[in-house]
Nanobody, 116 residues
């Protein structure tokens, strides 16, 4: 089992930055990839990037250049840095730890609200 706890969300003005954290506990050695998703009410959950066990990250074109995922392995924590925040970035952000095709875990989410 893996437990995930997100933090770092909040209310920020457009143009600002936030760093979200996803701290993992439990059987963290089984995690092969950590993804970040976001979901606004009434919309589908959207993948905003991920990082592999080896440290390779990738992002969809919609957020490339503004979103950066990094990790601190010693702290079992993955970060999502969001720069140049836009009102449309408002959503609940979730981290998702993938063990294999059949097993993954989700955190409870952290709310990001961007005011214009």
């Amino acid at each position: 089992q893996v437990q995930l706890v997100e933090s770092g969300g909040g209310l920020v003005q457009a143009g600002g930055s936030l760093r979200l954290s996803c701290e993992a506990s439990g059987m963290t050695f089984t995690i092969n990839r950590v993804n970040w998703y976001r979901q606004d009410p009434g919309k589908q959950r959207e993948l905003v990037g991920g990082i592999t066990r080896l440290g390779f990250s990738n992002y969809p074109d919609s957020v490339k250049g503004r979103f950066t995922i990094s990790r601190n392995s010693a702290k079992n924590t993955v970060y999502l840095q969001i720069n140049s925040l836009k009102p449309e970035d408002t959503a609940v952000y979730y981290c998702n730890a993938v063990v294999n095709l059949d097993t993954d875990y989700w955190g409870q989410g952290t709310q990001v609200t961007v005011s214009s």
